[in-house]
């Protein structure tokens, strides 16, 4: 039993630099028709402006810190997209901002919007300088909301991909999830990350859900417990997380020759402000 | 060969002398350590010759097996290992850190305190750390006043940590500041956490006027997380908001909420959220009208309207132009008749005693544009119409325009020019609609909106005879002529170069009483608020004013130019006035 897990964690110290994180590519675009019409070449001057401060809401603390949010790159394979909309309201239309989100493997509809100007609303459409900080206004608002970003995290970044593979450590049952701690910025007592991925023999699918995550910078990741299971006969959680005779049978149903396609993604996020702490000590000198 | 043989004679004699490198054995153990073999990493810790080693290499062995100690619960062990690092290295924060999460697990916060104040004055990166643990200590050995001020570093340093916030929050000692500290951050997006630390507040034995302020917090963060009524039994609040019933402080208060939420729309029910008048209050009424509206009830979503209004005394513009939407989308236009010619005098006596045109503007437009599309033109003395209600946001865009002093102007939108001029023309003012066209259109060229420019003259571009009057026939041809050229425009921006912020105070103390961070930190913020750029920077330095001590901030006492607040020194209040005058 040692030697192998001395063999599993030989493995683990033996991982190369870590990858960069996943790049997500987000931009603000103006389709309603009247806005179009009305700003004319000063549009793309304010979907710029906008572009920027959503770069800005994304990167912050309170946000997403541990994806990186670029603008511009046509490469990055996953995208977000914030349109001005409009669509038939009362006896006019009203105006939104709709968050798109595309990944590698396609686009869900668009459950995130906002009406940005009612069907009354006095709009000065064709006036950038009147647009541009309204629109600012309303995105920073969204953003500074807590409920919003809950939202934005179950529409779009739980959906990215942080890492395709994960490790099993079977002395400690623990699982090391290949981002580094200081890439990830996640606090233990909150975050919470999701593994899928299916059974190589029978394509079953498996999933299992992460917590609190630990610095193990040796290795350039994280170590974290389990706290769900649900792989063919083994499924447990989420209290207790890991009872002993679960904790046996883990290593003969999870492991690199028998699950293909892992996925590790964030669905619970919280910044993590002291950095190197567990319950405000802290792990190292 | 000589030499050779003496030279390595020298190296091994240096060698000698310098103490025993043991860095990478600890960061061996280390490594064992962050896998979870404890025990492995502790019998190589213990294995490493401690002898030869430096002072600060000796510290560092000593927390790294308090570490261990520590994860295989030893806590005896990993205090004593603690103890020997810092006395090794007397400036070793991390170590004294971790001995003063030991001893707060193990009951002693007063020593963990004093361990923590050092830490925190020590020159290290982890400064807010120990400042944040520092306050936990001090509040558990029950020096609350020390506790405030160190959470309130932490909460300035960290403006978007919530935990810091609340705890900030939490540990202030006036249930007034806490309400306004509560509400600053509900309103920054954070009303769930709000609502929770405000009920467990409300348990506390705070005065009449302490807890309605922050059952007032509770019915603003409900407005804000947009509580459906018909969930709100399984909210955590419903639950908590009974439990507290009890106290006859605020039973009548939760009792009205709890009717409220549970549909009851009878204005002669809520006089206890009426003395005084609470406008949060008031947004969880919209609100449940909003959720109500959203659910397509809208019988229900009227109702909550109206009561809205009624609470407001006629006064709310957001409830009147809700209430008029629903009515406009039945095609109820004698209850929209009646709703303006109930509401219009109240809320214009407030819109322009407060002189919020920027609100009144918005008002006009709305229902002007509703009007219009109900084809209600009217006339400019009547307020049941299109022409009365455009032409008044035109007035109230001039008046705003007129009295701001730096800052954007509210913009005619082109849309409401359009809808005024289809007015006049449609009641025989032809000439009106003409003047109208062509006034804007010139209005609109000088600020180089060409789009909004032709998009008014559209119209007589089309039909040119409509241009009866010589006088109009002669702008008209000025402003089409200057719209076929490239536009150039000649903007001078006066901004001011400087500007005095002027403090003053009145009342039981001075301002010079307060300590002398406190006062720079208030005229800091204060000199942000004023000259804050966007919102979000004024917001944050009004929240730092609410944070500094600082009561009574409120939009109504606040403003770029001037303002009045309060501040309380050592138990008495300070009335102050703030004046910027522009060099």
Redesign the interface.
């Given at each position: 039993m040692t030697r192998l897990a001395s063999a599993v964690?030989v493995m683990?110290?033996a991982i190369p630099a870590m990858a960069e994180p996943p790049k997500v590519d987000v931009r603000f675009v103006i389709e309603a028709r009247e806005f179009v019409?009305?700003l004319?070449k000063s549009r793309s001057t304010v979907e710029r402006a906008l572009s920027v401060l959503l770069l800005d809401e994304c990167r912050?603390?309170?946000s997403f810190p541990f994806i990186q949010w670029v603008n511009n790159d046509a490469a990055a394979p996953n995208r977000l997209v914030a349109a001005l909309v409009q669509r038939k309201a009362?006896?006019?239309v009203e105006t939104l901002i709709e968050y798109r989100a595309t990944f590698k493997i396609g686009s869900p509809p668009p459950t995130l919007q906002e009406v940005v100007y009612?069907?009354?609303?006095?709009?000065?459409a064709?006036?950038a300088?009147?647009v541009r900080?309204w629109l600012?206004?309303k995105i920073?608002?969204q953003?500074?909301?807590?409920?919003?970003r809950a939202e934005l995290l179950r529409y779009f970044v739980s959906q990215i991909t942080l890492a395709d593979r994960v490790d099993l450590?079977n002395?400690?049952r623990?699982v090391f999830v290949p981002v580094p701690a200081s890439q990830l910025l996640a606090d233990e007592t909150h975050s919470e990350l999701a593994v899928s991925f299916f059974g190589k023999s029978d394509g079953r699918p498996g999933a299992m859900t992460l917590g609190q995550p630990?610095?193990?910078?040796?290795?350039g990741g994280v170590?974290c417990l389990i706290k769900t299971f649900n792989f063919g006969p083994v499924n447990f959680g989420p209290v207790p997380p890991l009872t002993a005779d679960r904790s046996e049978i883990l290593p003969q149903v999870f492991g690199p020759t028998k699950v293909r396609d892992v996925r590790v993604t964030m669905t619970n996020y919280l910044?993590k402000?002291?950095a190197d702490?567990s319950?405000?000590?802290?792990?190292?000198? | 060969m000589r030499t050779i043989v003496a030279l390595a004679v020298l190296i091994a004699a240096a060698a000698a002398a310098q103490p025993l490198a043991i860095g990478p054995s600890i960061r061996d153990a280390?490594?064992s350590l962050?896998?979870?073999?404890t025990a492995e990493a502790l019998a190589a810790l213990e294995a490493i010759d401690k002898s030869q080693a430096s002072n600060r290499d000796q510290a560092?062995l000593w927390?790294?097996t308090a570490?261990a100690h520590?994860d295989l619960g030893d806590e005896q062990s990993a205090a004593a290992d603690y103890t020997r690092a810092i006395d090794l290295e007397p400036t070793?924060g991390?170590?004294m850190?971790?001995l003063a999460?030991?001893l707060v697990r193990r009951g002693d916060a007063a020593r963990a305190a004093t361990l923590l104040k050092t830490a925190a004055a020590l020159d290290d990166p982890?400064h807010?750390?120990y400042v944040?643990?520092y306050a936990?200590a001090a509040e558990k050995a029950g020096d609350i006043a020390a506790a405030r001020t160190a959470y309130a570093e932490v909460a300035i340093a960290?403006p978007?940590?919530?935990?810091?916030q609340l705890n900030a929050i939490r540990t202030l000692d006036d249930p007034l500041r806490m309400a306004a500290a509560l509400a600053k951050l509900s309103n920054?997006?954070?009303?769930?956490?709000v609502e929770s630390l405000a009920l467990d507040l409300l348990a506390k034995p705070f005065d009449a006027r302490g807890k309605r302020a922050l059952l007032g917090v509770v019915a603003g963060a409900l407005a804000r997380?947009h509580v459906a009524p018909q969930r709100f039994d399984a909210h955590p609040a419903a639950t908590r908001l009974a439990a507290l019933r009890a106290d006859p402080l605020l039973a009548g208060g939760i009792d009205e909420i709890l009717l409220l939420m549970h549909g009851e729309v009878d204005a002669a029910r809520y006089s206890w959220w009426r003395s005084p008048h609470d406008d949060r209050f008031g947004a969880l009424i919209k609100d449940l009208g909003a959720s109500w509206t959203g659910a397509g009830e809208k019988a229900k979503a009227e109702a909550c309207y109206k009561l809205a209004l009624d609470y407001a005394g006629g006064r709310d513009a957001d409830a009147f132009?809700e209430l008029a939407?629903l009515y406009?989308?039945q095609k109820r236009l004698a209850d929209l008749d009646a709703l303006a010619q109930t509401y219009e005098r109240p809320m214009f006596a407030e819109t322009i005693a407060a002189r919020d045109y920027g609100a009144e503007?918005?008002f006009h437009?709305?229902l002007g544009?509703?009007y219009a599309?109900l084809e209600r033109w009217g006339d400019e003395g009547n307020p049941t119409s299109a022409i009365f209600q455009l032409r008044q946001?035109q007035r109230a865009a001039a008046d705003y325009n007129r009295e701001l002093k730096w800052g954007?102007k509210i913009?005619?939108?082109?849309?409401?020019i359009e809808l005024l001029a289809a007015g006049y023309a449609k009641v025989n003012k032809g000439d009106r609609a003409v003047a109208l066209r062509i006034d804007s259109a010139v209005a609109y060229a000088a600020d180089g909106?060409k789009?909004?420019a032709n998009?008014v003259l559209a119209p007589l571009r089309a039909e040119p005879s409509l241009i009866a009057d010589a006088s109009y026939r002669q702008r008209y041809d000025e402003v089409t002529e200057t719209l076929t050229k490239p536009m150039s425009i000649d903007i001078t921006i006066n901004f001011p170069d400087f500007i005095d912020v002027k403090l003053t105070s009145s009342g039981e103390a001075r301002l010079s009483d307060l300590p002398r961070p406190t006062l720079q930190g208030i005229q800091n913020a204060l000199s942000t608020f004023v000259t804050g750029d966007?919102?979000?920077e004024r917001d944050r330095a009004e929240y730092k004013l609410l944070q500094l001590g600082v009561l009574n901030l409120t939009a109504a006492t606040m403003s770029r130019s001037s303002g009045d607040f309060e501040v309380v020194v050592g138990g008495k209040t300070v009335k102050c006035h703030y004046a910027v005058t522009v060099q």
């Amino acid at each position: 039993m040692t030697r192998l897990a001395s063999a599993v964690l030989v493995m683990l110290i033996a991982i190369p630099a870590m990858a960069e994180p996943p790049k997500v590519d987000v931009r603000f675009v103006i389709e309603a028709r009247e806005f179009v019409d009305g700003l004319g070449k000063s549009r793309s001057t304010v979907e710029r402006a906008l572009s920027v401060l959503l770069l800005d809401e994304c990167r912050t603390q309170k946000s997403f810190p541990f994806i990186q949010w670029v603008n511009n790159d046509a490469a990055a394979p996953n995208r977000l997209v914030a349109a001005l909309v409009q669509r038939k309201a009362g006896a006019g239309v009203e105006t939104l901002i709709e968050y798109r989100a595309t990944f590698k493997i396609g686009s869900p509809p668009p459950t995130l919007q906002e009406v940005v100007y009612r069907w009354f609303d006095a709009k000065n459409a064709d006036v950038a300088d009147a647009v541009r900080p309204w629109l600012e206004k309303k995105i920073r608002k969204q953003f500074a909301d807590a409920a919003f970003r809950a939202e934005l995290l179950r529409y779009f970044v739980s959906q990215i991909t942080l890492a395709d593979r994960v490790d099993l450590d079977n002395v400690t049952r623990r699982v090391f999830v290949p981002v580094p701690a200081s890439q990830l910025l996640a606090d233990e007592t909150h975050s919470e990350l999701a593994v899928s991925f299916f059974g190589k023999s029978d394509g079953r699918p498996g999933a299992m859900t992460l917590g609190q995550p630990q610095d193990y910078p040796q290795a350039g990741g994280v170590l974290c417990l389990i706290k769900t299971f649900n792989f063919g006969p083994v499924n447990f959680g989420p209290v207790p997380p890991l009872t002993a005779d679960r904790s046996e049978i883990l290593p003969q149903v999870f492991g690199p020759t028998k699950v293909r396609d892992v996925r590790v993604t964030m669905t619970n996020y919280l910044y993590k402000w002291h950095a190197d702490t567990s319950g405000g000590s802290l792990r190292h000198d | 060969m000589r030499t050779i043989v003496a030279l390595a004679v020298l190296i091994a004699a240096a060698a000698a002398a310098q103490p025993l490198a043991i860095g990478p054995s600890i960061r061996d153990a280390r490594k064992s350590l962050d896998a979870g073999r404890t025990a492995e990493a502790l019998a190589a810790l213990e294995a490493i010759d401690k002898s030869q080693a430096s002072n600060r290499d000796q510290a560092r062995l000593w927390f790294y097996t308090a570490r261990a100690h520590e994860d295989l619960g030893d806590e005896q062990s990993a205090a004593a290992d603690y103890t020997r690092a810092i006395d090794l290295e007397p400036t070793y924060g991390a170590a004294m850190n971790n001995l003063a999460q030991l001893l707060v697990r193990r009951g002693d916060a007063a020593r963990a305190a004093t361990l923590l104040k050092t830490a925190a004055a020590l020159d290290d990166p982890r400064h807010l750390l120990y400042v944040d643990n520092y306050a936990a200590a001090a509040e558990k050995a029950g020096d609350i006043a020390a506790a405030r001020t160190a959470y309130a570093e932490v909460a300035i340093a960290q403006p978007d940590n919530v935990a810091a916030q609340l705890n900030a929050i939490r540990t202030l000692d006036d249930p007034l500041r806490m309400a306004a500290a509560l509400a600053k951050l509900s309103n920054r997006g954070e009303p769930a956490a709000v609502e929770s630390l405000a009920l467990d507040l409300l348990a506390k034995p705070f005065d009449a006027r302490g807890k309605r302020a922050l059952l007032g917090v509770v019915a603003g963060a409900l407005a804000r997380q947009h509580v459906a009524p018909q969930r709100f039994d399984a909210h955590p609040a419903a639950t908590r908001l009974a439990a507290l019933r009890a106290d006859p402080l605020l039973a009548g208060g939760i009792d009205e909420i709890l009717l409220l939420m549970h549909g009851e729309v009878d204005a002669a029910r809520y006089s206890w959220w009426r003395s005084p008048h609470d406008d949060r209050f008031g947004a969880l009424i919209k609100d449940l009208g909003a959720s109500w509206t959203g659910a397509g009830e809208k019988a229900k979503a009227e109702a909550c309207y109206k009561l809205a209004l009624d609470y407001a005394g006629g006064r709310d513009a957001d409830a009147f132009v809700e209430l008029a939407d629903l009515y406009f989308a039945q095609k109820r236009l004698a209850d929209l008749d009646a709703l303006a010619q109930t509401y219009e005098r109240p809320m214009f006596a407030e819109t322009i005693a407060a002189r919020d045109y920027g609100a009144e503007y918005r008002f006009h437009v709305a229902l002007g544009t509703m009007y219009a599309y109900l084809e209600r033109w009217g006339d400019e003395g009547n307020p049941t119409s299109a022409i009365f209600q455009l032409r008044q946001a035109q007035r109230a865009a001039a008046d705003y325009n007129r009295e701001l002093k730096w800052g954007q102007k509210i913009s005619v939108d082109p849309k409401t020019i359009e809808l005024l001029a289809a007015g006049y023309a449609k009641v025989n003012k032809g000439d009106r609609a003409v003047a109208l066209r062509i006034d804007s259109a010139v209005a609109y060229a000088a600020d180089g909106r060409k789009t909004a420019a032709n998009g008014v003259l559209a119209p007589l571009r089309a039909e040119p005879s409509l241009i009866a009057d010589a006088s109009y026939r002669q702008r008209y041809d000025e402003v089409t002529e200057t719209l076929t050229k490239p536009m150039s425009i000649d903007i001078t921006i006066n901004f001011p170069d400087f500007i005095d912020v002027k403090l003053t105070s009145s009342g039981e103390a001075r301002l010079s009483d307060l300590p002398r961070p406190t006062l720079q930190g208030i005229q800091n913020a204060l000199s942000t608020f004023v000259t804050g750029d966007s919102e979000d920077e004024r917001d944050r330095a009004e929240y730092k004013l609410l944070q500094l001590g600082v009561l009574n901030l409120t939009a109504a006492t606040m403003s770029r130019s001037s303002g009045d607040f309060e501040v309380v020194v050592g138990g008495k209040t300070v009335k102050c006035h703030y004046a910027v005058t522009v060099q």
